[in-house]
């Protein structure tokens, strides 16, 4: 009886954090709708297929950085060189804001990745620190009908930063030194300069703020903090004020391999969340789910991680499976999920309650050629459908082991994960279930039906599969 009410206390004091959160801090209340990562997608690409990203479920597509940028390789696109217009490979202001109204008009909101941290590495074509530099401003001059019908603010004919705007020019030695990490620069090692590290000095901040309040007078519901790791609280408190997060939702990126317990969540992760209200990706889970895969790993370390710190608060929480940095940096593919343990992840993640669910798709760009089209991905798809209908419905395990987990969505819902080799057989006690009997549920992956008929059931779980099932 004690574990019972010790139990039934945490649920409370849970609830009131969650409470406490939404009412005191003002965390953000938005719906937990399928956000489409359309990884390096050229802005026109993405706007020409608003129709079926919509009828495929999502409702939020997170867009690659737009701002003025050269170079064909993914990583170009995280090297701004001016953010007072959009100019890169994927294309320009007048681009974006027609993709905007294009996803719009079929009721898909925008969020803009947002790279504040550096600018390009630019140490082998010049010396000074002017950005975007007089190459830039030369191809400005060259066209000034293009560049003022693509300016977002500021004035074009001049550089806006200079070498007082930047930290010292020290390369990042000691990655758990918060000092370091959040003043020092970005390098690739073998003599390379790294990335110039800005300043929260209040020329930079304006600028920065001027940015983003460009970007959401275009229509830009949502930001991503790149490397939101490297920034310090003052310098994001700076920037990202009350009139600039109004009506949006802001997450950052903030990798740990992770939650408590681990030393990257206890100097950046931990901090970042309880010194503002923005969202974060939700790497606690992340590493939870990776340990849950692994061979020597239990399915039960998934009933209810929030409760362990291994996830973070629903309503903090962007959920994934992988997201671009992991395939595409070597020093983060060790937390790459085996294929099907990935498709199995992605049951979990789309089927549970809690959390914004991320599905990233991209154009093969780490060579692994798993992500191309995969926003389209027929299963995907079909899970992106049971986690819509079944938003709002409460979410209870019913069985777990080292090997399954299985969970109801209120009563119209069921989720069952097999990780192992073998099938699996669950009982189930339906004494005052809430699931209805002599009522057929189907999976929405394979088609399969399952029909309870007695108290004592028994789930048969394929090997390496997963089940969504709906009541029809």
């Known amino acids: 009886m004690q574990r019972v009410v010790a139990k039934a206390a945490r649920a409370v004091m849970r609830l009131v954090y969650l409470v406490f959160l939404g009412v005191v801090l003002g965390v953000p209340s938005a719906r937990a709708d399928v956000m489409l990562h359309a990884f390096n997608w050229r802005y026109a690409d993405i706007g020409t297929q608003a129709q079926t990203i919509r009828d495929n479920g999502y409702r939020i597509v997170l867009v690659s950085p737009p701002l003025r940028s050269e170079g064909a390789a993914w990583w170009g696109r995280y090297q701004p060189q001016d953010y007072r217009v959009i100019d890169n490979p994927l294309g320009n202001t007048e681009s974006f804001r027609t993709m905007i109204d294009q996803l719009g008009a079929k009721g898909v909101r925008v969020y803009a990745d947002i790279v504040l941290n550096h600018m390009a590495n630019e140490a082998a074509t010049r010396i000074d620190l002017d950005y975007p530099g007089r190459r830039i401003l030369d191809i400005y001059r060259a066209n000034p009908a293009y560049f003022s019908a693509n300016r977002l603010f500021g004035d074009l004919r001049f550089n806006f930063l200079s070498q007082w705007d930047f930290h010292e020019a020290r390369c990042i030695a000691d990655y758990s030194n918060t000092f370091q990490v959040q003043n020092w620069r970005l390098c690739m090692g073998a003599g390379d300069v790294g990335l110039p590290d800005l300043t929260d000095n209040d020329w930079v901040v304006s600028q920065q703020r001027a940015y983003l309040q460009a970007l959401k007078a275009l229509g830009v519901t949502g930001f991503r903090i790149d490397a ?151 299963d995907l798809t079909a899970m992106i459908g049971f986690h819509n209908q079944l938003q709002g419905h409460d979410m209870q395990v019913l069985s777990h082991g080292a090997c399954h987990l299985i969970f109801r969505r209120g009563s119209r819902g069921i989720v069952a994960i097999n990780k192992c080799g073998q099938a699996q057989e669950a009982a189930v006690s339906m004494h005052n279930s809430v699931l209805w009997w002599h009522s057929p549920y189907r999976d929405v992956v394979t088609g399969s039906s399952l029909t309870i008929d007695r108290a004592d059931f028994r789930f048969q779980l394929p090997p390496r599969s997963a089940r969504l099932w709906i009541r029809q």
Request: charged fraction near 20%; aromatic fraction near 10%.
């Open 228 to 378: 939101a790791k490297h920034m310090s609280a003052t310098q994001i408190a700076r920037i990202f004020t009350t009139d600039v997060t109004s009506g949006m939702h802001v997450f950052g990126e903030v990798i740990t391999s992770a939650g408590e317990g681990n030393d990257e969540y206890r100097l950046f992760l931990k901090p970042y969340l309880q010194n503002t209200n923005h969202g974060a990706y939700d790497f606690p889970l992340h590493g939870a789910l990776r340990r849950a895969f692994s061979p020597a790993g239990s399915m039960s370390e998934l009933v209810d991680p929030l409760s362990t710190g291994q996830a973070l608060l629903p309503a903090r929480a962007i959920t994934f499976t992988v997201t671009h940095d992991i395939p595409n940096n070597s020093i983060f593919r060790f937390m790459l999920l085996d294929p099907t343990d990935e498709t199995l992840a992605y049951a979990y993640v789309l089927g549970r309650d809690g959390g914004v669910p991320l599905v990233y798709s991209d154009h093969n760009e780490s060579g692994d050629n798993r992500w191309v089209d995969a926003y389209r991905r027929a």
